[in-house]
């Protein structure tokens, strides 16, 4: 079965400094790999997908296959990226077509 | 606050009673999901479905029920079998194959 571990669920950081969300998975195929992110008082919503190989927000996250990783990481963190972040996976073809498995979350605060 | 819509926004129930949390989408969206929202535990997969009078069960199904007979429409009951229904609910939609969901605001849903 497939898995999502965020091993913190506390993460505090200064602002300026960097700041690294780890997410481990476990999956025998080759999954698609999301970041959820829900700022206070708003709705859940995507930050990025590895497929894209995009920057959001000043955030990248990169696919390890050979660690099962995909860390979620920016050089200078900022007040506004104070949030929850979930890592969240799916099997683009398998039985389970079409459904995210969701890790554990985590909590990250930006202190000024 | 447009395409998907959830209500109530707060919901009491007495133990043993069945209550509906309603979830609506105005996207065009394919499919549609339920999840639960606990601290600790990120989000679990209750029940989806990706097209109209067809639904899957999740990872949590037991004690909830479905339907899916408008594809605007994903309603979702939480029976008296569930054991600890007390928790804050999410519903997603997304066009069929697309992990880039959009979440409504939650229900949530207290047991007194």
């Known amino acids: 079965a497939q898995r999502v571990t965020q091993p913190e669920k506390l993460l505090s950081v200064f602002k300026g400094a960097p700041v690294e969300l780890k997410c481990n998975y476990s999956?025998?195929?080759?999954?698609?790999l999301f970041w959820y992110v829900q700022y206070s008082r708003q709705r859940l919503q995507l930050l990025l997908r590895h497929i894209s190989r995009e920057s959001i927000k000043g955030f990248t996250a990169d696919l390890n296959k050979g660690e099962t990783s995909f860390h979620l990481k920016k050089p200078f963190a900022q007040e506004e990226d104070s949030a929850m972040y979930y890592c969240a996976l799916s099997d683009p073809g398998g039985t389970s077509y079409g459904k995210l498995t969701f890790g554990q979350g985590t909590i990250l605060t930006v202190h000024p | 606050d447009g395409g998907i819509t959830q209500s109530p926004k707060y919901l009491f129930r007495k133990e043993g009673q069945n209550v509906t949390l309603s979830c609506e989408q105005n996207l065009n969206h394919d499919a549609m999901y339920w999840y639960r929202q606990d601290p600790g535990q990120g989000l679990r997969l209750i029940y989806y479905?990706?097209?109209?009078?067809?639904?899957q069960k999740g990872d949590i199904a037991e004690g909830y029920s479905v339907s899916r007979e408008k594809k605007e429409s994903f309603p979702l009951t939480v029976t008296s079998a569930q054991k600890n229904p007390t928790a804050f609910y999410l519903c997603a939609s997304s066009f069929r194959g697309n992990y880039g969901y959009t979440f409504g605001s939650g229900t949530r849903l207290t047991v007194v």
């Open positions: 999956y025998s195929g080759s999954p698609e």
């Open positions: 479905s990706q097209i109209v009078n067809d639904f």
